[in-house]
């Protein structure tokens, strides 16, 4: 599992060391409010399970998982491989690092490792629309919305709606030049 730098941070292997740091974050209602498959609350040992399946995951190509690391674990961002060159990526970011950028800052980076490493032809990612702010770090990153999908994920007993957002190949390396 490779390591990527930015400016402020290192996306980098989860390591069981990171085990209670992601305990202590997912425990937040938040973090669970806006994820799919994150519970609340958080039981005692998921995290360890979570960060040893990421090995494995690795090895067979399934999921990229980075830690967002600015000196301590701040969230984790990952691609969830989908076949045929697609992927999805998925985060979640901390309460206590929310508003720093620190979402978008990472997204641009896994953009990069997707499409220049990875050598994926499409990267798309969808939000609760409950959570707006998800929605913008994807426009950022260049990232078109694509539409809604009602009622898409179940979640704590009810249907959410889901939009989706994505980004070809060739859009993220004409927006470069």
């Known amino acids: ?33 806006n994820t799919l498959m994150i519970p609340h609350p958080y039981p ?42 697609i992927a999805e990526i998925g ?28 050598q994926l032809q499409r990267i798309f990612a969808g939000h609760f629309t409950r959570n707006p702010a998800s929605g913008k770090v994807m426009q950022k990153i260049g990232m078109t919305y694509e539409g809604t999908l009602r009622q898409h994920a179940f979640k704590w007993g009810e249907y959410v709606d889901v939009a989706f957002y994505g980004i070809l190949k060739d859009e993220y390396f004409s927006s470069r030049s």
Not at 4 to 23: C, G, N, S
Not at 56 to 80: C, K, P, T, W
Request: charged share 25%.
């Open 44 to 85: 005692p040992g998921a995290a360890e399970a979570w960060i040893a399946k990421n090995e494995e995951d690795y090895a067979q190509n399934r999921i990229h998982s980075f830690a967002i690391d600015d000196g301590q674990v701040a969230g984790a961002m990952g691609l969830v491989m989908k076949g045929d060159a």
């Open 91 to 118: 985060y979640w970011i901390g309460t206590p690092f929310w508003g720093r950028g620190y979402a978008t800052e990472a997204a641009r980076a896994v953009l990069r490792y997707g499409f220049e490493e990875c």
């Open 1 to 33: 599992m490779p390591t990527l730098k930015t400016p402020r941070l290192t996306l980098r292997p989860f390591t069981i060391e990171d085990a209670p740091a992601v305990e202590k974050l997912c425990s937040a209602y938040e973090i669970a409010l």
